[in-house]
């Protein structure tokens, strides 16, 4: 009874009108952006501001939404979020990955993404939940949270979002992320199908989720960790055949990372200690950057970008100097409540659970599937953290629970002419990709490739699987 009460209530927002000015084509004027710091001029428009998910609790979650470059009211809209437990999708997603700018190397300005994903599609970035990033709450036990606060908080954030958008709520859309928004974009896409299930009115219109280096089982995404570590050298075979002889990673846990054998754990932390700080995780062929050379540079205004392999290793630093302008706060019509605190890329306010992290995500998977709903799971082959090694694998017998045969052969994807990664697929609905010398970040890394495969997924079409007509 009381889950019947529940789910009327929140249907009953989404015919609740909202008392915000409108500007041009309903949206709402006070959250436009006019312009960004040292933004470089565009044609399209952006909106940031919040959305007040429990109004008594005073919690409230931040956006940033960046229209498509070109005929924005005939592209769907993409939802993305960034993983941690705790980091910022704006900070993230927005501002170093897929949006339409990075920061500049002096940390005071601004320049275009030519691979932004706004090409194809309008895009949404929300710092969630409350405690990361400009996203607050004015009572401190909602920063005690987990996947299922994390999971309504979004649902009620969307359905008064479109509030704000009206126009865009018969739009497309797409569910995106990466990292632990394993867990996040998951969880939120089956609380939507419920809500769909249960509304007489307003449905959302999920067409894809795509999901990049994705947590969805912790006790195979762990142990592919070290199986990534020795296939790449980086530590010995004594190491390496230790750990995966002796460790039985079923009890591996996020709270108790550790709690395997003593021959296990001593094996573990010399992997780790071999490793090292000198080795970046996330992109294991990147170089390193160091803060407090970046950090000196910055307050002197020099231009200090470290270059490597085409990536600026020191953007992290750079975004983090530039969201902490009072000027660019003030543009983004962000930090309203005054925080005591600096923006920062991951929060450290948060006590997230440390058991959902255990939790498996393809039973929810396969229930998004069979709601004949397309599943992308895509991986940068140079991440450690969570390597495509468990995430293939894991697609693999997620196929099998659901009687899929192979629909696309295990095999290569091109990119102008390159190749761009290996793919495959399962029953029409389920495709595995990996994107090659992408790390965890993969438009990071490797955005050209990666604005190739959102567009397969926005489109509906399988990644080009030939490369250019040969020249005359």
């Given at each position: 009874?009381?889950?019947?009460?529940?789910?009327?209530?929140?249907?009953?927002?989404?015919?609740?009108?909202?008392?915000?000015?409108?500007?041009?084509?309903?949206?709402?004027?006070?959250?436009?952006?006019?312009?960004?710091?040292?933004q470089?001029?565009?044609?399209?428009?952006q909106?940031?501001?919040?959305?007040?998910?429990?109004?008594?609790?005073?919690?409230?979650?931040?956006?940033?939404?960046?229209?498509?470059?070109?005929?924005?009211?005939?592209?769907?809209?993409?939802?993305?979020?960034?993983?941690?437990?705790?980091?910022s999708?704006?900070?993230?997603?927005?501002?170093?990955?897929?949006?339409?700018?990075?920061?500049?190397?002096?940390?005071?300005?601004?320049?275009?993404?030519k691979?932004s994903w706004?090409?194809?599609s309008?895009?949404l970035?929300?710092?969630?939940?409350?405690?990361?990033?400009?996203?607050?709450s004015?009572?401190?036990?909602?920063?005690?949270?987990?996947?299922?606060?994390?999971?309504?908080?979004?649902?009620?954030?969307?359905?008064?979002?479109?509030?704000?958008?009206?126009?865009?709520?018969?739009?497309?859309?797409?569910?995106?992320?990466?990292?632990?928004?394993?867990?996040?974009?998951?969880?939120?896409?089956?609380?939507?199908?419920?809500?769909?299930?249960?509304?007489?009115?307003?449905?959302?219109?999920?067409?894809?989720?795509?999901?990049?280096?994705?947590?969805?089982?912790?006790?195979?995404?762990?142990?592919?960790?070290?199986?990534f570590?020795?296939?790449?050298?980086?530590i010995?075979?004594?190491?390496?055949?230790?750990?995966?002889?002796?460790?039985?990673?079923?009890?591996?846990?996020?709270?108790?990372?550790?709690?395997?054998?003593?021959?296990?754990?001593?094996?573990i932390?010399?992997?780790?200690?071999?490793?090292g700080?000198?080795?970046?995780d996330?992109?294991?062929?990147?170089?390193?950057?160091?803060?407090?050379?970046?950090?000196?540079?910055?307050?002197?205004?020099?231009?200090?970008?470290?270059?490597?392999?085409?990536?600026d290793?020191?953007?992290?630093?750079?975004?983090?100097?530039?969201?902490?302008?009072?000027?660019?706060?003030?543009?983004?019509?962000?930090?309203?409540?005054?925080?005591?605190?600096s923006?920062?890329?991951?929060?450290?306010?948060?006590?997230?659970?440390?058991?959902?992290?255990?939790?498996?995500?393809?039973?929810?998977?396969?229930?998004?599937?069979?709601?004949?709903?397309?599943?992308?799971?895509?991986?940068?082959?140079?991440?450690?953290?969570?390597?495509?090694?468990?995430?293939?694998?894991?697609?693999?017998?997620?196929?099998?629970?659901?009687?899929?045969?192979?629909?696309?052969?295990?095999?290569?994807?091109?990119?102008?002419?390159?190749?761009?990664?290996?793919?495959?697929?399962?029953?029409?609905?389920?495709?595995?990709?990996?994107?090659?010398?992408?790390?965890?970040?993969?438009?990071?890394?490797?955005?050209?490739?990666?604005?190739t495969?959102?567009?397969?997924?926005?489109?509906?079409?399988?990644?080009?699987?030939?490369?250019?007509?040969?020249?005359?």
């Amino acid at each position: 009874m009381e889950l019947r009460r529940w789910w009327c209530l929140m249907a009953s927002v989404v015919v609740a009108a909202a008392a915000v000015r409108r500007g041009v084509e309903g949206f709402p004027e006070e959250d436009l952006v006019e312009r960004l710091p040292g933004q470089p001029k565009v044609g399209f428009r952006q909106f940031a501001g919040y959305v007040d998910v429990d109004v008594k609790a005073g919690r409230s979650l931040f956006y940033y939404f960046v229209e498509a470059d070109g005929d924005p009211e005939k592209k769907p809209l993409s939802l993305w979020l960034n993983g941690g437990p705790g980091c910022s999708s704006v900070g993230g997603g927005a501002f170093t990955e897929l949006g339409p700018f990075f920061p500049e190397g002096n940390g005071r300005g601004l320049r275009r993404n030519k691979y932004s994903w706004n090409k194809v599609s309008n895009l949404l970035f929300v710092e969630s939940p409350a405690g990361v990033g400009w996203s607050y709450s004015n009572t401190t036990s909602d920063y005690t949270c987990g996947d299922k606060s994390t999971a309504k908080d979004m649902y009620t954030f969307l359905l008064r979002w479109y509030e704000k958008f009206p126009e865009l709520r018969s739009r497309d859309l797409f569910l995106t992320g990466e990292s632990y928004a394993g867990h996040y974009i998951p969880q939120l896409a089956n609380v939507l199908l419920k809500h769909n299930w249960h509304s007489t009115g307003f449905k959302f219109k999920i067409k894809g989720v795509a999901i990049g280096n994705p947590l969805l089982r912790l006790d195979r995404d762990a142990p592919a960790t070290y199986e990534f570590f020795w296939s790449h050298g980086m530590i010995s075979d004594e190491i390496g055949l230790t750990i995966m002889s002796k460790c039985d990673f079923e009890d591996y846990t996020f709270s108790s990372p550790h709690n395997v054998s003593k021959t296990c754990n001593e094996a573990i932390e010399k992997a780790n200690a071999v490793v090292g700080d000198y080795i970046n995780d996330y992109d294991v062929i990147l170089d390193v950057c160091y803060p407090q050379i970046v950090e000196q540079e910055l307050r002197l205004r020099k231009y200090v970008t470290k270059i490597s392999v085409g990536v600026d290793v020191c953007m992290s630093l750079e975004r983090y100097f530039y969201f902490n302008l009072p000027e660019v706060q003030s543009a983004l019509h962000a930090n309203r409540t005054k925080l005591p605190y600096s923006w920062s890329m991951c929060s450290g306010l948060l006590k997230y659970s440390d058991v959902d992290g255990n939790i498996n995500m393809l039973p929810l998977l396969k229930r998004i599937i069979m709601h004949k709903i397309p599943v992308w799971v895509f991986s940068g082959d140079q991440d450690s953290v969570v390597p495509l090694l468990g995430s293939r694998t894991l697609v693999r017998e997620l196929a099998h629970d659901l009687k899929f045969g192979v629909t696309v052969p295990y095999g290569v994807w091109f990119h102008k002419g390159q190749v761009g990664g290996w793919v495959t697929e399962y029953g029409n609905l389920l495709t595995f990709a990996t994107v090659r010398g992408a790390s965890h970040m993969v438009p990071f890394a490797q955005p050209a490739r990666a604005l190739t495969l959102f567009t397969s997924i926005v489109h509906g079409e399988r990644l080009p699987n030939a490369t250019w007509p040969p020249l005359s």
